[in-house]
C-alpha cells in the first residue's frame, strides 16, 4: 500500500509542477489555456478559475494543459476523454499565433519548472536536516572481480588503513572523500594513507564513470548484523542484530561487502554463516530467497536476500548555510542531470541490456523504500525522479517537450511551420514510440517478478 500512495504523490507532484510550468509560461505570454487536468482520460471532478478549466481526471499517471491552438496535438494523444468542445477563443491568443521565442519558451517551462523543483529540493533539505556526516575515513577493499573500475589501485591498500588525504586535500570523514573525489580535476589522483604508501587513482572526466569510482572507493563497514527483519530468512535461521558475522559459506568476512557477495551468490540454496555471540561462535544454515536484480552492464540475474542489513556506522550533522545549500542544490541537480543522460546514452548504445528498463512497478518499489526511510530521503528520491522527468521531456520525440523543440526547429529552418496534419501524422509515431517504452519497461517489471 506505501508502495502505491507514494508513487501517485511522485506522479502528482511532479506532474503539477511540470504542467504549471507550461500554464504560467502560457498565461505570461497571452496564450489562452481552456483546460488544466491532473490524470488522464475521463473528467471525474473540476472547477473553473477565469477561462481555465481545472480537472482531476480517472487515471492518476499524467497531466496536461490544454492550449489553443494545439488540439492537434491533444486530438493525437487521446487525452481529453470526451471533454465537452471549449469555447472560441480570440485568434491572436492561439499557440501557433505567437512569435517563435514566445512558443520555445512555452514549451520548455515545463522542463524548467522541474529542475527548479529538484534545485529547491536539494537547497531545502540540507537546510532542514543538516549535512549527514558519515564519521570514518577507514577503506575497504575495491569490489570483487572490478576489472577496469578506476578504483583498482586500492588493491594494494592494507585492510582498514585510513585515508588522510585526497588531492593534497585533508580528509576528516567519509563525505570529505567523496567531496575531494567528485571535485578533483579528471587525472591521477593521489590518496595518502595512514600505513602503507600513496594510492593513486585515475579519475574518469565523465559523470557516470566518476560516479562508478565513487561507488568503488568504499568506507569500511565491519560484518556486524544490524537490523534483521522479521519472517525473512536470516531471522528464522536464528541470525539477531550484533552477531558478528566471520564467515559465509566457508569464506571468511572481512567487511559487510564480503557478506552481501556470499549471500547473493546463493539464491534459493542452503549456505553455512558463522557468527560470533557472547564469545562463542555459532554455525547458522540458512536459505537465501531468490531475487532478481541487474548486473553491472544491466543484465538480469537472480541474487539471495535474506533480510538483514549492516550495523550503521557513525554518523553526525553538520548545520549547512544558504549559500553552501544552494551550491549543493545546483551540484546534486547537474550531477543527477549528467547520470540520467549517461544512463539513456549507453542504452541507446547498448552498454546497457534494454532489459534494466524499469516501469511502474520499480518506480512504486523505489519511492517506497525511499519514504519508509523517512521524509528526508524520500525528499531526495522526488528531486532525482524530477530531474529524470525533465531529462526524458525534453527527449526530441513528437508528443513530448522536446518533440515539440523539433517542431519549432523545423519552423525556424524552413521559415514556416509545419502543417497542422503533419503534426498529427508525427505525434501519432511519437505515441507508439511512448507506449512502446512503456510496454517494455512495465513489462521488465512483471518478468523480474516471476523471475524471468
Known amino acids: 500500500m ?31 489555456a481552456p483546460r488544466f487536468s491532473l490524470g488522464l482520460g475521463p473528467r471525474v471532478a473540476g472547477f473553473h478559475v477565469g477561462e481555465t478549466e481545472f480537472v482531476l481526471s480517472a487515471i492518476p499517471l499524467g497531466g496536461y494543459v490544454k492550449m489553443a491552438g494545439m488540439e492537434d496535438d ?83 591498500v592494507p585492510f582498514g588503513a585510513a585515508i588522510l588525504s585526497v588531492g593534497g586535500k585533508p580528509v576528516q570523514n567519509w563525505n570529505d572523500v567523496n567531496d575531494r573525489l567528485s571535485d578533483a580535476p579528471a587525472g591521477p589522483v593521489e590518496l595518502r594513507l595512514d600505513r602503507g604508501g600513496p594510492v593513486t587513482l585515475d579519475v574518469p572526466g565523465g559523470q557516470a564513470d566518476r560516479l562508478t569510482l565513487l561507488n568503488a572507493v568504499r568506507p569500511l563497514i565491519p560484518p556486524v548484523a544490524g537490523q534483521v527483519l522479521a ?137 517506497g523504500d525511499s519514504a519508509r526511510l523517512g521524509l528526508e530521503v524520500f525528499l531526495g528520491f522526488l528531486g532525482f525522479f524530477s530531474i529524470n522527468l525533465a531529462v526524458l521531456n525534453i527527449l526530441p520525440i513528437p508528443i513530448l517537450d522536446g518533440g515539440h523543440l523539433m517542431f519549432l526547429a523545423i519552423e525556424a529552418i524552413r521559415g514556416r511551420p509545419l502543417s497542422v496534419e503533419a503534426r498529427i501524422r508525427m505525434s501519432h509515431v511519437g505515441l507508439f514510440i511512448v507506449v512502446a517504452l512503456m510496454l517494455w519497461a512495465n513489462g521488465n517489471d512483471i518478468l523480474r517478478r516471476f523471475g524471468i
Open 2 to 32: 506505501l508502495e502505491i500512495l507514494s508513487l501517485i504523490v511522485v506522479i502528482s507532484v511532479l506532474v503539477l509542477v511540470h504542467e504549471f510550468g507550461h500554464f504560467f509560461a502560457a498565461k505570461a505570454v497571452g496564450i489562452a
Open 74 to 156: 491533444a486530438a493525437a494523444e487521446g487525452l481529453e476523454g470526451g471533454a465537452p468542445a471549449d469555447p472560441p477563443v480570440d485568434p491572436s491568443r492561439t499557440f501557433d499565433a505567437k512569435p517563435l521565442w514566445a512558443r520555445v519558451f512555452v514549451i520548455t517551462a515545463g522542463v524548467i519548472m522541474n529542475i527548479l523543483f529538484a534545485i529547491v529540493v536539494y537547497t531545502v533539505t540540507p537546510l532542514i536536516y543538516g549535512e549527514t556526516v558519515l564519521q570514518t575515513v577507514r577503506v575497504a577493499p575495491p569490489p570483487s572481480g572490478a576489472a577496469g573500475v578506476p578504483a583498482k589501485p586500492l588493491e594494494t
Open 231 to 367: 519472517g525473512e530468512p536470516a531471522f528464522r535461521a536464528g541470525l539477531r542484530t550484533g552477531d558478528s558475522i566471520v564467515a559465509v559459506s566457508g569464506k571468511p568476512a572481512r567487511t559487510w561487502y564480503e557478506v552481501v557477495d556470499g549471500i547473493q551468490a546463493s539464491p534459493k540454496r542452503p549456505m553455512r554463516m558463522d557468527v560470533v555471540r557472547g564469545g562463542r561462535v555459532l554455525a547458522l544454515t540458512i536459505v537465501p530467497r531468490s531475487q532478481q536484480e541487474t548486473d553491472g552492464e544491466g543484465r538480469p540475474v537472480q541474487v539471495g536476500k535474506i533480510g538483514v542489513g549492516p550495523r550503521p556506522l557513525p554518523q553526525g550533522h553538520r548545520a549547512v548555510g544558504f549559500a553552501e545549500a544552494a551550491h549543493q542544490g545546483v551540484t546534486r541537480t547537474w550531477d543527477g542531470a549528467q547520470y540520467i543522460a549517461g544512463t539513456l546514452r549507453k542504452l541507446v548504445t547498448g552498454q546497457i541490456s534494454p532489459r534494466s528498463m524499469g516501469g511502474l512497478l520499480s518506480i512504486g518499489e523505489a519511492s
